[in-house]
């Protein structure tokens, strides 16, 4: 019986059909079962819909098949003629054969055979279904239908289950068999090689995966089975000639068989050797014991003979053989390919052959651009015949007639629609033949895709979430586009009403102008926008040009390129490339973007849908040029941080893949899904893209994103983008340090603070690192370079470590171009405070100490500033790793010859000025009688060290004396001492410093006042 | 004395945040501040006077944070875009057109809206004289210290665009140029402050607070930015971008949840997880 369905599988409460929102989901299925069969058995189902085949199913005409040469062309055939071939009162077998390619109606034939002989005539029907296979025939198929229609249980399904079962508990030992007694019986008809234990092993390994398979197929159900899959097979041909199973060459000839190919030996002798083995009896055994058990000749359907491809030769002799005592009625469809086996001359005698085509073609007799909406007409129509709301009455004159429903009906009721289309509602028959051409490829124009399309849509409309079938994502994803082109106002304005007019609207003229007409009743049914009630506004426009009145809708059609009034963009055509046409004065000439626009623009939809086809490169082409002009614009060249000169050398590359791309997206690359953009900013991309190949003075990006608009949506994506890059090599935990500190919290911010703390002590080592001096430094517009006088005390070091000093330094105006993106509050000033608080949580060593060499190695070489390799962030990174190893290594443990006491004791109170003077009176005073040494010195003290130098001095010593233990602080000391050490003040205060009585070290300035009182 | 503009005052936004955490932690002179940021004394006036205007700073002898309105939640950047924001909305819902007098960053916000003016340059006249225009229709007329009326021009235009980048809802291009691209995490961040106010019972028994975008955007007025629905009754195409990019982070879910009537995105594909009559929003 048939039961409310629950109500949230009802569709939409607010569908305009009232028929459709009382169809469930089951029966929605079932209405549009894409397998023939299913629908068939409508009977089977509590009675819910009992004639839902006969009212869908089409009569098919097949053209019977004449193996006489001299023939004329083959006869064509009704189905209900074919029926007629089943006599009840024959007495040996006999057999129609359906031949054709997939999808030209074979199983909708074979439904309809089923369906009259099983309703109509009483035949126990056994039918084997697409998806199954020869062990599943034997141990479920077959038994269960004698079961069914006998009550009893068959003799032999004992040891079928036996095999069954044995199969899925011991896989193993079934392939162990299976190999070895089929490489057996294949030795006792052929040539084999030896085969090794390892090759042996190899092959039983294959074969335990295809038992497997074959066991897991029995556990999957068939509803919802495609054409194209081809029945089990131990050894397919893919398999054979793949050359990924060499192990399975077996055969000493090429071609040892003159009949079959090595592969289909191969599956024969495998199958025997399991069904022999487990003392199955064959297929064609089988039917002979069960069809001798009923008085009515039983029928045997094979919707797919490929299923019994291996038993294909044994169950041909059953079939065609001429016992008075055999009984059944074989019903065959397959492919040719699989069909060939029954060919056989006896079997051309005995069985009838049919053809859904005629020989050589692909196109399916009862389905053409003129019959398509005929041929989808019921299935729309079914659900509203169940209530009387859709009748039909037939005159010579009209054909076959909707008529008014009647009263009380539903859709009498409803009165949304009116005759014209109430059958066919929410589609009407321009939709249908759009989707049947161009919607499908020419060699898919098949009942079921058709089927299947509406299908899709209908349920997209039904359940939601479409509320208008022309926007359904099943027509964007899975048809070609109508060439019904819409002008691109219409689009901008209102992609719904544009998809409207293209599907269902008709080519109509108006005041010169080409429109698409549709019906209006849809448009108020569907609640278009801009389309108001009829009892609101009888007539007038909508947007962009879109008029409406009592019955129609006009949506403008595209302008052609040729018309007057259109966009002139760009270059002009090659003037020498003549025209046969006269010149029209009033035309514009055709610009070469105009050109390539017109010619692509109909495969814009279609390049959406399958944006990786090299059917449509070119529009790819253009497409990308102009959506990679938009990104490098609105991420400031690529940059990571806007402002910065850090950005990701894109080149060639993309910055984006498609989500449809079978390819996983690249580091650098974000999802572009283009369901995400209106059809209407394709085109202006796709011309943009135009402009920028072919283009002579092409617009701007900056340009495009003020004219055309789109500038959020973009600038959107160009984020998203960032945010990759940014995540991937800046802030992930695969970059720059070890695992475990990215477990304690350093961040790139942390590095670029600790490596900037660095360069300002390379830069002077006599500076504190605090984040007031690195703003210091930060305002100051001098380049960076190691400190002079640190660099003469680096000679002490070899020239590959003197170099990582230097490679240092060289990125220095990059880490700071870093540093003021990410830290700058003004373009001089940092954000102190945030720079102190990452000092004081990390020191600058502690940060670099985290480096880890192979997670900087993960930093793409092309983010970077230039293409110079110190502007590369992994190798500034790299060189900060090597510089804190030579600090460690080389400098922190150096032994420096200066004490900073001793220079703070000397100095610290000396002024320049009082030296000069006293410098002065000494050489007035004495002249010559002062020895040379020191003369030279106090000449050369006074002469090159001024006050500033002094004070730099004390600065410095002051500073070591504050240095601590902790590894920056030792690292710090010791560049600050080798600073000193080298410092010209230092040398002097050697030579001119005087031990005094007591063996200690006095203040430099006393000692040389004492030295010129010596003199006085 | 009549109360600075904020578009004459803030020149640079970026300092606004460093001085305003530096008074927060007890700095309450220029002096101080200077010592704790290292920013000029301008820098730091302008910034006290800033914060002042949004009613982030006090001063009776010294300056004094005010407690973020909204806070605990976000991390400090957030914190400080959506209190200033809140702060100035507070003022942009004119009673008898009582308008606050810095109403003037939330309005030219709802013009860019209103007006689906997606990218523009701070310094273009003809921006500022569309924004001084939809000031006037509103009738917020902030005036100048002197009985007339501080109109737009590009000088403020300017000023209004770093403020408002600073507040996430516009985003430098290059230059001068500027898209109009609010951050859809501040957006989800409003939304979550939505919910835990005015929470709907979600569809399904779903964990997630919920609220009817109709009711979102009525309370968004209130507390954070003057937006609207179209004429058509959808979301405007900027806000409806941030919309989309939260449904497909999974931020958010556009549903259908009680009778409200269904609420669509302008110009906007519908995202893949969004009901076909979706009017709430379920923050995620």
Same mark, same amino acid.
């Given at each position: 019986?048939?039961?409310?369905?629950?109500?949230?599988?009802?569709?939409?409460?607010?569908?305009?059909?009232?028929?459709?929102?009382?169809?469930?989901?089951?029966?929605?299925?079932?209405?549009?079962?894409?397998?023939?069969?299913?629908?068939?058995?409508?009977?089977?189902?509590?009675?819910?819909?009992?004639?839902?085949?006969?009212?869908?199913?089409?009569?098919?005409?097949?053209? *019977?098949?004449?193996? #006489?040469?001299?023939?004329?062309?083959?006869?064509?055939?009704?189905?209900?003629?074919?029926?007629?071939?089943?006599?009840?009162?024959?007495?040996?077998?006999?057999?129609?054969?359906?031949?054709?390619?997939?999808?030209?109606?074979?199983?909708?034939?074979?439904?309809?055979?089923?369906?009259?002989?099983?309703?109509?005539?009483?035949?126990?029907?056994?039918?084997?279904?697409?998806?199954?296979?020869?062990?599943? !025939?034997?141990?479920?198929?077959?038994?269960?239908?004698?079961?069914?229609?006998?009550?009893?249980?068959?003799? =032999?399904?004992?040891?079928?289950?036996?095999?069954?079962?044995?199969?899925?508990?011991? @896989?193993?030992?079934?392939?162990?068999?299976?190999?070895?007694?089929?490489?057996?019986?294949?030795?006792?008809?052929?040539?084999?090689?030896?085969?090794?234990?390892?090759?042996?092993?190899?092959?039983?390994?294959?074969?335990?995966?295809?038992?497997?398979? $074959?066991?897991?197929?029995?556990?999957?159900?068939?509803?919802?089975?495609?054409?194209?899959?081809?029945?089990?097979?131990?050894?397919?041909?893919?398999?054979?000639?793949?050359?990924?199973?060499?192990?399975?060459?077996?055969?000493?000839?090429?071609?040892?068989?003159?009949?079959?190919?090595?592969?289909?030996?191969?599956?024969?002798?495998?199958?025997?050797?399991?069904?022999?083995?487990?003392?199955?009896?064959?297929?064609?055994?089988?039917?002979?014991?069960?069809?001798?058990?009923?008085?009515?000749?039983?029928?045997?359907?094979?919707?797919?003979?490929?299923?019994?491809?291996?038993?294909?030769?044994?169950?041909?002799?059953?079939?065609?053989?001429?016992?008075?005592?055999?009984?059944?009625?074989?019903?065959?469809?397959?492919?040719?390919?699989?069909?060939?086996?029954?060919?056989?001359?006896?079997?051309? #005698?005995?069985?009838?052959?049919?053809?859904?085509?005629?020989?050589?073609?692909?196109?399916?007799?009862?389905?053409?651009?003129?019959?398509?909406? #005929?041929?989808?007409?019921?299935?729309?129509?079914?659900?509203?015949?169940?209530?009387?709301?859709?009748?039909?009455?037939?005159?010579?004159?009209?054909?076959?007639?909707?008529?008014?429903?009647?009263?009380?009906?539903?859709?009498?009721?409803?009165?949304?629609?009116?005759?014209?289309?109430?059958?066919?509602?929410?589609?009407?028959?321009?939709?249908?033949?759009?989707?049947?051409?161009?919607?499908?490829?020419?060699?898919?124009?098949?009942?079921?895709?058709?089927?299947?399309?509406?299908?899709?849509?209908?349920?997209?409309?039904?359940?939601?979430?479409?509320s208008v079938p022309s926007d359904a994502q099943a027509l964007q994803n899975e048809v070609n586009s109508p060439k019904t082109l819409v002008a691109d106002?219409?689009?901008?304005?209102?992609?719904?009403?544009?998809?409207?007019?293209?599907?269902?609207?008709?080519?109509?003229?108006?005041?010169?102008?080409?429109?698409?007409?549709?019906?209006?009743?849809?448009?108020?049914?569907?609640?278009?926008?801009?389309?108001?009630?009829?009892?609101?506004?009888?007539?007038?426009? =909508?947007?962009?040009?879109?008029?409406?009145?009592?019955?129609?809708?006009?949506?403008?059609?595209?302008?052609?390129?040729?018309?007057?009034?259109?966009?002139?963009?760009?270059?002009?055509?090659?003037?020498?490339?003549?025209?046969?046409?006269?010149?029209?004065?009033?035309?514009?000439?055709?610009?070469?973007?105009?050109?390539?626009? *017109?010619?692509? $623009?109909?495969?814009?939809?279609?390049?959406?849908?399958?944006?990786?086809?090299?059917?449509?490169?070119?529009?790819?082409?253009?497409?990308?040029?102009?959506?990679?002009?938009?990104?490098?614009?609105?991420?400031?060249?690529?940059?990571?941080?806007?402002?910065?000169?850090?950005?990701?050398?894109?080149?060639?590359?993309?910055?984006?893949?498609?989500?449809?791309?079978?390819?996983?997206?690249?580091?650098?690359?974000?999802?572009?899904?283009?369901?995400?953009?209106?059809?209407?900013?394709?085109?202006?991309?796709?011309?943009?893209?135009?402009?920028?190949?072919?283009?002579?003075?092409?617009?701007?990006?900056?340009?495009?994103?003020?004219?055309?608009?789109?500038?959020?949506?973009?600038?959107?994506?160009?984020?998203?983008?960032?945010?990759?890059?940014?995540?991937?090599?800046?802030?992930?935990?695969?970059? $720059?340090?070890?695992?475990?500190?990215?477990?304690?919290?350093?961040?790139?911010?942390?590095?670029?603070? =600790?490596?900037?703390?660095?360069?300002? !002590?390379?830069?002077?080592?006599?500076?504190?690192?605090?984040?007031?001096?690195?703003?210091?430094?930060?305002?100051?517009?001098?380049?960076?370079?190691?400190?002079?006088?640190?660099?003469?005390?680096?000679?002490?070091? @070899?020239?590959?470590?003197?170099?990582?000093?230097?490679?240092?330094?060289?990125?220095?105006?990059?880490?700071?171009?870093?540093?003021?993106?990410?830290?700058?509050?003004?373009?001089?000033?940092?954000?102190?405070?945030?720079?102190?608080?990452?000092?004081?949580?990390?020191? @600058?060593?502690?940060?670099?100490?985290?480096? =880890?060499?192979?997670?900087?190695?993960?930093?793409?070489?092309?983010?970077?500033?230039?293409?110079?390799?110190?502007?590369?962030?992994?190798?500034?990174?790299?060189?900060?790793?090597?510089?804190?190893?030579?600090?460690?290594?080389?400098?922190?443990?150096?032994?420096?010859?200066?004490?900073?006491?001793?220079?703070?004791?000397?100095?610290?109170?000396?002024?320049?000025?009082?030296?000069?003077?006293?410098?002065?009176?000494?050489?007035?005073?004495?002249?010559?009688?002062?020895?040379?040494?020191?003369?030279e010195a106090l000449d050369g003290f006074v002469s090159t060290v001024d006050q500033d130098d002094l004070d730099d001095v004390v600065s410095g010593s002051?500073?070591?004396?504050?240095?601590?233990?902790?590894?920056?602080?030792?690292?710090?000391?010791?560049?600050?001492?080798?600073?000193?050490?080298?410092?010209?003040?230092?040398?002097?205060?050697?030579?001119?410093?005087?031990?005094?009585?007591?063996?200690?070290?006095?203040?430099?300035?006393?000692?040389?006042?004492?030295?010129?009182?010596?003199?006085? | 004395?009549?109360?600075?503009?904020?578009?004459?005052?803030?020149?640079?936004?970026?300092?606004?945040?460093?001085?305003?955490?530096?008074?927060?932690?007890?700095?309450?002179?220029?002096?101080?501040?200077?010592? %704790?940021?290292?920013?000029?004394?301008?820098?730091?006036?302008?910034? /006290?006077?800033?914060?002042?205007?949004?009613?982030?700073?006090?001063?009776?002898?010294?300056?004094?944070?005010?407690?973020?309105?909204?806070?605990?939640?976000?991390?400090?950047?957030?914190?400080?875009? /959506?209190?200033?924001?809140?702060?100035?909305?507070?003022?942009?819902?004119?009673?008898?057109?009582?308008?606050?007098?810095?109403?003037?960053?939330? &309005?030219?916000?709802?013009?860019?809206?209103?007006?689906?003016?997606?990218?523009?340059?701070?310094?273009?006249?003809? &921006?500022?004289?569309?924004?001084?225009?939809?000031?006037?229709?509103?009738?917020?007329h902030p005036d100048d210290g002197q009985g007339d009326r501080n109109d737009m021009n590009s000088d403020k235009l300017t000023n209004w665009t770093r403020?408002?980048?600073?507040?996430?809802?516009?985003?430098? &291009?290059?230059?001068?140029?500027?898209?109009?691209?609010?951050?859809?995490?501040?957006?989800?961040?409003?939304?979550?402050?939505?919910?835990?106010?005015?929470? %709907?019972?979600?569809?399904?028994?779903?964990?997630?607070?919920?609220?009817?975008?109709?009711?979102?955007?009525?309370?968004?007025?209130?507390?954070?930015?003057?937006?609207?629905?179209? %004429? %058509?009754?959808?979301?405007?195409?900027?806000?409806?971008?941030?919309?989309?990019?939260?449904?497909?982070?999974?931020?958010?879910?556009?549903?259908?949840?009680?009778?409200?009537?269904? &609420?669509?995105?302008?110009?906007?594909?519908?995202?893949?997880?969004?009901?076909?009559?979706?009017?709430?929003?379920?923050?995620?």
């Amino acid at each position: 019986m048939s039961t409310e369905p629950p109500l949230d599988v009802i569709g939409s409460e607010d569908g305009p059909c009232p028929h459709l929102r009382a169809l469930d989901k089951r029966r929605f299925n079932r209405l549009f079962s894409r397998v023939a069969a299913l629908r068939a058995s409508g009977t089977d189902d509590g009675g819910e819909y009992p004639d839902i085949f006969e009212y869908t199913h089409h009569p098919i005409t097949v053209f *019977e098949e004449s193996f #006489d040469e001299d023939s004329a062309d083959p006869r064509p055939v009704q189905e209900d003629e074919v029926l007629d071939e089943f006599d009840p009162d024959a007495l040996k077998n006999f057999t129609v054969v359906i031949e054709g390619p997939v999808g030209t109606g074979k199983s909708e034939l074979c439904a309809y055979l089923t369906h009259k002989l099983r309703t109509d005539r009483d035949r126990p029907v056994l039918r084997v279904d697409k998806d199954s296979d020869l062990l599943t !025939m034997l141990t479920a198929t077959v038994p269960e239908f004698y079961k069914r229609e006998t009550g009893e249980s068959l003799e =032999a399904s004992g040891n079928l289950e036996d095999l069954a079962n044995e199969l899925e508990s011991n @896989p193993e030992i079934a392939a162990g068999v299976v190999v070895s007694n089929g490489l057996k019986l294949l030795e006792a008809d052929y040539a084999l090689i030896e085969l090794d234990k390892h090759q042996k092993n190899e092959v039983e390994d294959f074969i335990l995966g295809k038992l497997n398979e $074959l066991v897991e197929r029995r556990h999957r159900g068939s509803d919802d089975v495609e054409d194209e899959r081809e029945g089990f097979r131990f050894v397919t041909k893919q398999d054979y000639t793949s050359g990924h199973e060499d192990h399975l060459r077996v055969f000493e000839e090429v071609d040892p068989d003159p009949d079959k190919e090595p592969y289909e030996l191969l599956n024969d002798k495998f199958w025997s050797a399991l069904l022999d083995n487990y003392d199955s009896p064959p297929l064609n055994s089988l039917l002979k014991q069960v069809g001798q058990s009923f008085d009515t000749r039983p029928v045997c359907v094979f919707e797919d003979f490929s299923i019994a491809a291996v038993q294909a030769e044994k169950l041909r002799n059953y079939m065609e053989r001429d016992n008075d005592g055999d009984n059944w009625d074989f019903i065959v469809a397959g492919t040719t390919d699989y069909t060939r086996e029954l060919k056989r001359q006896t079997s051309q #005698d005995r069985f009838k052959f049919y053809q859904t085509n005629r020989p050589g073609s692909k196109q399916v007799k009862f389905l053409t651009e003129d019959s398509a909406a #005929d041929f989808v007409r019921p299935y729309l129509a079914y659900p509203k015949s169940r209530d009387g709301s859709i009748r039909y009455q037939t005159s010579e004159d009209e054909g076959k007639e909707l008529v008014d429903p009647p009263e009380g009906s539903v859709c009498s009721e409803c009165g949304v629609c009116s005759n014209d289309f109430r059958d066919f509602f929410p589609f009407n028959e321009a939709f249908i033949e759009r989707i049947y051409n161009p919607g499908l490829d020419e060699d898919d124009r098949r009942p079921r895709s058709i089927v299947t399309i509406v299908s899709d849509i209908l349920e997209e409309f039904t359940y939601g979430p479409t509320s208008v079938p022309s926007d359904a994502q099943a027509l964007q994803n899975e048809v070609n586009s109508p060439k019904t082109l819409v002008a691109d106002d219409v689009l901008e304005q209102s992609e719904t009403l544009a998809r409207f007019g293209q599907w269902y609207g008709r080519e109509f003229e108006r005041e010169g102008r080409k429109y698409y007409r549709a019906p209006r009743a849809f448009a108020e049914a569907f609640g278009i926008q801009g389309i108001p009630k009829l009892n609101e506004s009888s007539e007038g426009e =909508a947007v962009a040009g879109v008029r409406y009145d009592e019955t129609s809708v006009y949506v403008p059609a595209a302008e052609d390129v040729t018309s007057p009034g259109r966009r002139h963009v760009e270059t002009e055509v090659d003037e020498d490339n003549e025209s046969d046409e006269p010149d029209d004065p009033e035309r514009e000439p055709v610009s070469v973007v105009d050109e390539i626009y *017109e010619e692509h $623009l109909h495969k814009i939809e279609d390049w959406r849908k399958d944006p990786g086809s090299d059917e449509y490169a070119e529009t790819r082409k253009h497409m990308e040029s102009g959506i990679k002009s938009l990104f490098k614009f609105l991420t400031d060249e690529y940059s990571l941080w806007t402002g910065t000169g850090l950005n990701y050398y894109v080149g060639k590359k993309r910055p984006f893949v498609y989500r449809k791309s079978s390819t996983a997206p690249e580091p650098y690359q974000v999802v572009l899904d283009l369901n995400e953009l209106h059809a209407s900013t394709l085109r202006k991309l796709f011309r943009f893209g135009i402009e920028q190949d072919w283009g002579t003075s092409p617009r701007s990006a900056r340009e495009f994103l003020q004219q055309e608009g789109h500038a959020t949506h973009f600038a959107g994506l160009a984020d998203e983008w960032r945010s990759k890059l940014v995540s991937e090599f800046v802030s992930s935990d695969e970059v $720059l340090y070890r695992k475990a500190a990215q477990n304690r919290d350093f961040e790139f911010d942390d590095f670029v603070v =600790a490596t900037y703390a660095w360069l300002v !002590m390379l830069d002077n080592p006599w500076k504190e690192i605090s984040a007031e001096t690195l703003n210091d430094r930060y305002q100051e517009s001098a380049d960076f370079e190691i400190d002079a006088t640190l660099k003469r005390a680096l000679d002490r070091y @070899p020239d590959d470590t003197r170099q990582r000093f230097s490679d240092t330094i060289e990125t220095a105006e990059y880490v700071e171009n870093i540093l003021g993106s990410r830290l700058g509050v003004t373009r001089n000033a940092l954000d102190v405070p945030a720079v102190r608080q990452r000092l004081n949580r990390h020191s @600058p060593y502690e940060v670099l100490d985290e480096l =880890a060499k192979t997670h900087i190695d993960n930093i793409d070489s092309r983010v970077r500033f230039s293409t110079t390799d110190g502007s590369k962030l992994r190798e500034i990174a790299l060189r900060m790793y090597n510089l804190k190893r030579t600090m460690d290594d080389d400098v922190v443990d150096q032994y420096v010859d200066v004490d900073e006491q001793r220079v703070l004791g000397k100095l610290r109170e000396v002024s320049m000025s009082d030296v000069s003077d006293i410098h002065s009176t000494l050489i007035q005073s004495y002249g010559d009688d002062l020895s040379t040494d020191l003369r030279e010195a106090l000449d050369g003290f006074v002469s090159t060290v001024d006050q500033d130098d002094l004070d730099d001095v004390v600065s410095g010593s002051h500073l070591i004396e504050t240095f601590g233990d902790s590894q920056q602080e030792r690292i710090h000391r010791r560049l600050a001492e080798f600073k000193l050490t080298e410092h010209n003040v230092i040398g002097y205060l050697d030579e001119v410093v005087v031990e005094d009585d007591g063996g200690q070290e006095d203040l430099f300035a006393p000692t040389f006042l004492e030295v010129s009182r010596y003199y006085e | 004395m009549t109360e600075g503009y904020i578009l004459n005052a803030v020149q640079t936004a970026t300092p606004l945040s460093v001085v305003y955490r530096s008074v927060q932690r007890g700095n309450g002179t220029v002096a101080e501040i200077e010592d %704790d940021t290292c920013l000029s004394e301008k820098q730091i006036s302008d910034a /006290l006077s800033g914060l002042r205007l949004v009613r982030l700073v006090e001063k009776v002898d010294r300056y004094c944070a005010v407690d973020l309105p909204v806070s605990d939640r976000f991390d400090d950047r957030r914190e400080f875009q /959506l209190s200033i924001l809140h702060n100035l909305a507070l003022e942009a819902c004119p009673a008898s057109d009582d308008w606050g007098k810095q109403s003037a960053i939330i &309005v030219n916000f709802e013009h860019l809206i209103e007006s689906n003016t997606q990218f523009f340059n701070r310094t273009d006249q003809a &921006v500022a004289d569309d924004m001084d225009t939809f000031q006037r229709e509103l009738n917020y007329h902030p005036d100048d210290g002197q009985g007339d009326r501080n109109d737009m021009n590009s000088d403020k235009l300017t000023n209004w665009t770093r403020t408002a980048d600073l507040l996430g809802l516009v985003r430098q &291009v290059q230059g001068t140029d500027y898209a109009t691209a609010p951050d859809p995490w501040l957006l989800h961040s409003t939304m979550r402050l939505a919910t835990e106010e005015l929470s %709907d019972p979600s569809p399904d028994n779903s964990e997630h607070p919920c609220i009817e975008i109709q009711e979102y955007f009525e309370w968004m007025r209130e507390n954070f930015l003057r937006i609207s629905l179209t %004429d %058509d009754g959808e979301v405007p195409e900027v806000l409806a971008r941030s919309f989309e990019f939260l449904s497909r982070s999974d931020a958010i879910r556009l549903v259908e949840a009680g009778d409200a009537g269904a &609420v669509g995105l302008s110009n906007v594909p519908t995202p893949r997880t969004m009901d076909s009559a979706a009017n709430s929003i379920e923050v995620r």
